[in-house]
């Protein structure tokens, strides 16, 4: 089997948010405090893959898709894509790179401008990007707009947002992200706002899209059972650093990180019958401005040891098969009884 080709890189990548709380506070606080968002992020995605971002809110996964993209400064760490550094590409030169990489937000009722009609807002990309003619763009945006099932094209053309569904909102959106087609989308959330009823329909509308396109996308979830549909490969994340990452398989059905574990037990199950251990996760996620030292996860973790979790931050270490996860404790006495616990 070939070895497929690295789309994006993304290495240490962090983003310190400063924070302010007036001129007098600063000055008696007699130092700048940041929100650490994303603090030391490593990860690749190759072409035509899902990967997919996943944990709780507040855990950094939308700062970091919209790090990748650009629209907000890295503090410090590399961007690749395509093998060209994009850290700190001038902003002139964005603008290209803009028909390669696009992004489908969370919300389609306030991703999608009120006073435009459907085909205004699904070639707004071919006109910023100064593409094709009238006649062109008119042909691209109907042949797109039947691909995300909004059939018959003409008659979604000249509607305005309001008279939508959200489900068609969506599928206009994800229209006109697919519009230039770029090699690399972030989803971000796609389908949190959308009755249940039609998120499937959402979901296999994008893979379907993946494999036509031969896109490559960063999904960004909370939901694990969402990721496991959707992505080839995942990362866990937690309070701005990433606690474990491999294939869906060794994530969902061999997961390492007492965290990735929680998450999984809390995915419903279809059958009544079956009984399990539920994982409990004590307490709120800490302040990113504040984070606990050592393994930031050690203030809610199930099997803490200390001094050890408090005081040493564990790295990502290879488990095999490319499976990683940061845990001073796996393999240890406390952890065997943890897998233990029945799914």
């Known amino acids: 089997m070939a070895k497929q080709e690295t789309l994006i890189s993304v290495e240490n990548l962090t983003k310190w948010f400063p924070v302010s709380f007036g001129f007098f506070s600063t000055i008696l606080a007699r130092k700048q405090l940041f929100v650490r968002a994303v603090d030391g992020v490593s990860f690749d995605i190759k072409k035509g893959e899902i990967f997919g971002l996943v944990g ?12 990748i993209l650009r629209l907000i400064e890295p503090t410090s760490g590399t961007i690749r894509f395509k093998d060209q550094e994009i850290t700190a590409l001038p902003e002139s030169k964005l603008k290209h790179l ?25 070639s707004e990309p071919l006109l910023v990007q100064g593409l ?6 008119k042909e691209k945006v109907t042949k797109i707009l039947d691909d995300v099932e909004l059939v018959p094209p003409k008659e979604f053309l000249f509607r305005y947002p309001h008279e939508l569904s959200g489900g068609q909102r969506q599928r206009v959106a994800v229209a006109r992200a697919f519009i230039l087609s770029p090699e690399f989308l972030v989803a971000d959330e796609p389908v949190s706002m959308l ?12 893979v379907s899209l993946v494999e036509k396109y031969g896109a490559s996308f960063l999904y960004i979830t909370h939901d694990l059972a969402v990721a496991r549909h959707m992505c080839d490969r995942i990362a866990v994340m937690y309070l701005g650093k990433i606690m474990e990452k491999g294939s869906i398989e060794k994530i969902v059905y061999e997961p390492l990180h007492p965290y990735t574990r929680a998450l999984i037990s809390a995915v419903p199950e279809p059958d009544p019958t079956l009984k399990r251990s539920e994982i409990v996760i004590k307490g709120e996620i800490p302040s990113p401005m504040n984070p606990p030292s050592g393994c930031r996860f050690h203030t809610r973790c199930p099997i803490a040891q200390f001094p050890l979790c408090k005081e040493k931050e564990p790295s990502l270490s290879d488990f095999g098969d490319n499976h990683v996860a940061a845990c001073h404790l796996i393999g240890s006495s406390s952890w065997q009884k943890h897998i233990a616990l029945k799914k």
């Open 195 to 206: 009755d249940v009823s039609i998120r499937g329909e959402i979901l296999n509308l994008m």
């Open 56 to 67: 709780e809110s507040g855990s950094g996964k939308t700062t970091t898709g919209k790090l």
């Open 132 to 137: 094709g003619n009238p006649a062109e763009n």
């Open 98 to 122: 803009r028909r390669e990489m696009q992004i489908i937000f969370q919300d389609p009722y306030e991703s999608l401008n009120p006073r435009m009609t459907i085909s205004n807002i699904v």
